[in-house]
């Protein structure tokens, strides 16, 4: 009797606590479980549904606030390119509103310009989000400027498509006529005041990738129908080989791929930007920076005068000014050849969750080493940052060395016109400013400091340094050296097709 | 009688307690159960490539794979598994381990890349096929020193990468 209660009591006692734990553990084991499962029902979905479209957008949908309502993990990060972002040799110094003055860093810079607006007020970039702000407060428009300026740094295409009935390339093709001023003012009251914008690069339908932009279309079928290889542009052969019989049109003959860099190649390119003539990307002998200056020496102004972007003050050198060529630049390189787009770099994937997203906040690939090198490139983050470090210095330092030379030759060509020497006694040193001018700028407005095709750079830069000298001798022997007869052989290496080419 | 009282109270209190246990455990089991087929966990069993892709991390891998000349010949099992039945499962087990953990806890670093536990099991899988073939020229110096047949064969499991003549599309 006693024994059998004690071994009751016992067995409650034991049972209970035992039984409790188990409560316990198995009620934490279904709350993990259930977590587990709505963990695993979030990735789905988020697999499943990348986009919902809540608001209709049209292409002349300007403001990207309204695609953000349903691309909104690309509108943020598009957003951010009003962050400021620094590089050694990118970015900005002086402060967040108003960015160093590049023409005070390096004075030879504002030496070359004078003559022209950029001698003014020339500025380190900020990001896309003030593309437009930045230009039109730029002490450049205290001086007339032509509307072709708002090709690139507006969303213009609806402009353009009102002042052509229609036909965005007839509406483009009037602007340059056009002031600044007063387009910019139809553009703000028109309500397309915006930067670049989502439907510059997007069909609003699809999303698929388009390239909208007059100038490039008009250019880069201009380099289509060029004998140039292109080996960065495979559908460029592609249409070729199959006998160039429609002209060439990127959104009907580019991959994808390709698509990727020519969003891209509708701004930040070298071009002809001011009021005598349309905004002309200079591509019908090639990309190469000789290939461009062939174009340009061979284009006429329409009066039937020589091309120039405007007169030296100083020397009187009729001077080709270079705009940012990053594409051209690239195109150069031996990432172009391997296919690697702007945006594999500048706006690489980054996942999220189970979706993958193309980063909109465009920048230095040195602000984001692990998905814009590391894909390839598998090296630790510091020893690529060394590696481009090192191409940058090294060409930075050869570019400053093409600014002691190029102001040597302005003070050479200042000194023989004091000491009496004719107009045609200079002219041959006015030649070489434009030519040693023309490469040195070319790869100074260029936004990668050199990185973009390095052993290109070096080549123009060895070039600018050497025709800067044999200027600065022709100046001081009053007529060309005989090493400028040099310069004219035109023994520039161009691009050679990949082994790649023509092959299925 | 006091104690059969007693005995009633207690076992009265015990099935209760027992009674929501079971439920509890029930309801473990049944979430549990549902979730492992809502997450297709008997797929990870299978040999199918596709399984390898379901949380979208392996995507980009399970494409190149496609386009890769071993593609004819070889599934992400062939090269990623040890050939062994015991292998095969702790493999899969440790990997599924750390996969699913990773992924939920979504902590990893990307870019993602093999680690040596399973370059070794790649290592190990090439020479199980082409072992013959290379006997004299990788491995004369011994196991432990023998070299990474991926390091330059690099493009057999995933396809050429761009840029190395690779395709350009």
Redesign the interface.
Known sequence: ?ER??LN??T??GV??TI??S??VV??V??VA??A??V???E?KQE?KVTTTRLVEVTRDTTDPARWGVNWPKQYDAYKLTAQPTRTRFGGHGGSEALPQEKIDKDPWLKRMFLGYAFSIDYRDRRGHAYMLQDQENTQRQTKPQTGSCLHCHASVMPLYRKLGDGDAIKGFEMTYKISYQDLNRQLHEMGHGHTVTCADCHDPKTMQLIVTRPAFLQGIERLAGSAAPTPFA?SIERWRAAGRKAPYDPNAEA???EMRTFVCAQCHIEYYCSSAMKLTAPWGKGLSVDQIEVFWNETRMPDGGRFLDYKHAETGAPILKAQHPEFELWSQG??A????ACADCHMPYA?D????VSDHWVRSPLLNI??AC???H?LPEDEIKARVDLIQTRNFELMQRGGVAITALMDAIVAARKGGASEQQLAAAQELQRKAQWRLDFIAAENSMGFHAPQEAARVLGEALDYARQGELAALRRGPAPAARVAHTNAAPALLP???AGKP | M??AE??GR?LA??TA??L??AV??G??AG??G??FV??EGLSYMSSDPKVCAN???M?AQYDSWQKASHHHVAVCNDCHLPRGLVGKYVAKAVNGWNHSTA??L?NF???I?IKPFNSGIVQDNCLACHRQLVEDAVMARGPAQEASCVHCHQSAGHGE??????P??
Do not use: D, W
Not at chain 1, 337 to 340: A, I, K, P, T, Y
Not at chain 1, 353 to 356: E, V
Not at chain 2, 161 to 166: D, S
């Open positions: 009797m059998s209660r009751a009591v067995q409650r049972s209970a039984l409790l188990a409560l198995a009620a084991v279904a479980l259930t587990l499962l963990n695993i029902f990735r697999g495979p991959s994808r791929n031996v990432h050849r391997s296919g690697v996942r969750g189970a979706t993958k692990s998905r590391q894909g390839c598998k990949t082994a790649a | 006091v104690t007693g005995q207690g209190g015990g307690l027992l929501a246990l509890l455990v309801a473990a979430i549990g549902y979730t809502y997450a949380c979208h991390i995507q992924y939920t979504q670093a990307e870019p890349a990468r761009a840029g190395l003549g690779g350009r599309t």
